[in-house]
C-alpha cells in the first residue's frame, strides 16, 4: 500500500479564509503569500 504526505512550506496568507469564517484544518486553505511562492 502506498502512502502519499504532501507538504507545504512557505508564508501563507490567512486573509480569504478568516473572511469566509474557516477555521481549524480548513485554515490549511490559506494561500501562500508573494514571499512564500519564493520560498517554496
Known amino acids: 500500500m502506498a502512502k502519499v504526505v504532501f507538504i507545504r512550506h512557505g508564508e ?3 486573509t480569504k479564509v478568516t473572511a469566509l469564517g474557516f ?3 480548513g485554515r ?4 501562500l503569500t ?7
Open 23 to 25: 477555521n481549524g484544518h
Open 12 to 14: 501563507p496568507d490567512y
Open 28 to 31: 490549511d486553505l490559506g494561500q
Open 34 to 40: 508573494r514571499a512564500g511562492v519564493e520560498q517554496v
